[in-house]
């Protein structure tokens, strides 16, 4: 007989999800239905300037201008000369999220009936950027990931840290990299306009410092989040529909020439570019698909709600059911396991490719990250 399985409580089958201390990310535990997912209703928006100063507003909301559909889009052009990069080496962390919290507390649903102090009726705060990585976990083979949690007056923020392996990769990116990663960002100042009226001015200064961001309500299961992601650009028909269904997201991939790069291209672009859209209810990404030079020779719409038929063939592939599902079952693991209400207590989630996620605890650490300020803001 097997008496193995009695002290490996803390993985695969057989464990008892409610005493568990770490959770498994293999793929096949999480095909079942899809979860409720409701749509994401827009509950504000924030904005970013040139030098990444927080406003409460849309005022680096940008239009899109459809291209041709080839065009001939030089994504190199302006990374000597015109080219500001945000500094990534500062960890901006929750905060403008929180920010816009507080700026915004009177139009949150309050559940503080009996205190004059404000709690608010969310389960999760975090970045639309951390739940992507959640959702894409069971098909990742790269890289891993570190989210801190803190539970105050009954919500959970969870908050990204930079592992050592992708602070490495930070501070040793080939120039050739540099590169590339301003070849997104100049494809969106190709097709994105300032106003409605306006039109697209390439021969400007791309600076990564601006953004606009939209904060969402929505709920998955049981789990009410609220969140925030960049977007973009929106449709500039002043028909559209209104956020987040008028909004676009822009990509640029390489181009597809051999049945081995679209599947590829099926496999690992559609993935991510899924995750990221389907949170917070973006319907259309836009591609750019560009040649080894850095240049833009065909724009393609992907409409989200059919990337999942556009997989089918692929054998093997990625399910959007076992990213909901994974990404449902560790915001439950969360709850179980961070109970403590304590500003100053972070529950370290960990993970690494073919390992369980694991926790540790730490109390006045360095990885505490709300600040004074809102923790003084919402006691008051
Ligand atoms: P592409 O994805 O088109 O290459 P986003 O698409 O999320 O709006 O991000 C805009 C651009 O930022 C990306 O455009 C890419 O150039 C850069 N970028 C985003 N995330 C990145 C990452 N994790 N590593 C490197 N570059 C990134
Ligand atoms: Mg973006
Ligand atoms: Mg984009």
């Not at 080496?89 to 403008?96: A, G, I, R, Y």
Request: proline share 5%; glycine share 4%; hydrophobic share 30%.
């Amino acid at each position: 007989p097997n008496h193995h399985h009695q002290y490996d409580s803390r993985s695969t089958q057989g464990q008892n999800p409610l005493t568990s201390q770490s959770l498994n990310t293999r793929r096949e535990l999480y095909e079942r239905d899809f979860p409720v997912y409701k749509q994401p209703v827009e509950v504000g928006c924030f904005s970013l300037d040139s030098e990444r100063r927080f406003f409460n507003d849309s005022r680096q909301m940008r239009y899109y201008v459809e291209p041709d559909r080839n065009p001939y889009f030089d994504l190199r052009d302006g990374y000597k000369d015109r080219f500001i990069k945000r500094d990534d080496s500062v960890k901006e962390k929750l905060d403008h999220i929180l920010r816009w919290i507080v700026a915004n507390r009177s139009k949150l649903n309050s559940r503080a009936a009996t205190s004059s102090s404000f709690a608010f009726d969310v389960d999760f705060v975090t970045w639309r950027g951390h739940l992507t990585k959640l959702l894409t976990t069971p098909y990742e083979t790269r890289e891993g990931w570190l989210l801190a949690v803190t539970r105050f007056r009954g919500t959970l923020y969870m908050s990204e840290l930079e592992t050592e392996a992708a602070r490495r990769e930070r501070e040793n990116r080939t120039e050739r990299h540099e590169e590339m990663m301003y070849w997104g960002y100049k494809f969106e100042q190709y097709t994105c306009a300032d106003n409605i009226h306006s039109l697209p001015d390439s021969g400007g200064v791309v600076n990564t410092n601006e953004a606009f961001c939209t904060v969402v309500q929505t709920r998955l299961a049981d789990h009410r989040l609220l969140f925030s992601g960049e977007v973009d650009c929106r449709d500039k028909d002043p028909g559209a529909p209104a956020p987040p269904t008028c909004y676009m997201e822009l990509k640029t991939s390489a181009e597809i020439c051999t049945p081995k790069q679209r599947s590829n291209f099926h496999r690992f672009k559609l993935l991510k570019w899924w995750a990221q859209s389907f949170l917070p209810g973006v319907p259309r990404v836009v591609a750019g698909f560009r040649d080894h030079e850095g240049v833009v020779v065909s724009v393609e719409t992907f409409h989200i709600s059919k990337i999942s038929h556009l997989i089918k063939n692929e054998y093997n592939c990625w399910k959007p059911t076992v990213c909901m599902n994974f990404c449902c079952d560790f915001l439950s693991f969360v709850k179980r396991v961070a109970t403590e209400e304590n500003p100053s207590v972070v529950y370290l989630f960990s993970w690494e490719p073919h390992r369980d996620v694991t926790y540790s605890i730490h109390r006045d650490s360095q990885y505490s990250f709300l600040p004074q300020w809102y923790i003084e803001e919402m006691s008051s």
